[in-house]
């Protein structure tokens, strides 16, 4: 089924490991988003992309990076863990000109449920 | 500082009623609105969006109301039905290219059969 597809669904890192976090569309959708969810915050924007070769900062960007190297993928960094990024991760594409992304939304991956230890 | 907010974590109603979740927003410089659903384990999926220009949009059992004197929004679900029981998030976008959505805390909508 066409979508977005998340790697890997659940992982358990210690304090201070590093890992990526693996996001594929097959929509050519031009931009792509980081999300995190934390209980009483709702969907938080960590990074955003709104073409290959380029990011930029969302509202709780602090200990992640991202790269669009392709178009289809968008990954996210952890370089340190902290305990304070447990959170489950939400991947999501949309169509690039506002009104088509404003009436259809975006299309957001199954999440990846991260805990650190 | 939350620019969209769902003052009611959770709502209960029983199967046939109707369903009413609300969503408050503080900046007039949003154009878009947008509600999403979400099951445990699964992605939020696209509900229903309303234009800043509207008051009202209308898709199957699904209306959203924008007040925009008052920034207020709301999804109503009539009849509600035991499968809708899942978290809607209110969601709102600024006008340009960005395409980044803000996005309230999220209500849980429990239909009792």
């Known amino acids: 089924n066409a979508g977005v597809t998340q790697t890997p669904k659940f992982r358990v890192l210690k304090t201070g490991q590093s890992m990526t976090l693996l996001c594929a569309q097959d929509m050519n959708h031009e931009y792509m988003y980081w999300y995190r969810q934390d209980p009483g915050m709702g969907l938080r924007l960590i990074h955003y992309s709104v073409g290959e070769g380029t990011t930029a900062k969302g509202e709780v960007p602090d200990g992640y990076n991202v790269s669009r190297l392709k178009k289809q993928n968008f990954l996210l960094g952890l370089e340190s863990a902290a305990p304070s990024q447990t959170s489950v991760y939400f991947c999501a594409s949309s169509y690039a000109t506002g009104s088509q992304m404003r009436r259809y939304g975006y299309t957001f991956g199954s999440g990846t449920r991260l805990t650190v230890v | 500082d939350q620019q969209v907010k769902q003052n009611s974590p959770s709502l209960s109603v029983q199967e046939g009623r109707i369903s009413i979740l609300n969503c408050d927003y503080t900046?007039?410089?949003?154009?878009?609105f947008l509600w999403y659903k979400k099951y445990p384990a699964e992605g939020p999926t696209f509900l229903i969006s309303i234009s800043s220009i509207k008051d009202k949009n209308e898709d199957g059992r699904f209306t959203v109301f924008l007040n925009k004197s008052a920034k207020h929004l709301s999804l109503h679900i009539v009849p509600s039905q035991p499968g809708d029981s899942a978290v809607y998030f209110c969601a709102a976008s600024e006008s340009g290219n960005t395409g980044k959505l803000i996005f309230g805390q999220g209500t849980t909508l429990q239909v009792k059969p």
């Open positions: 900046n007039s410089m949003f154009d878009y």
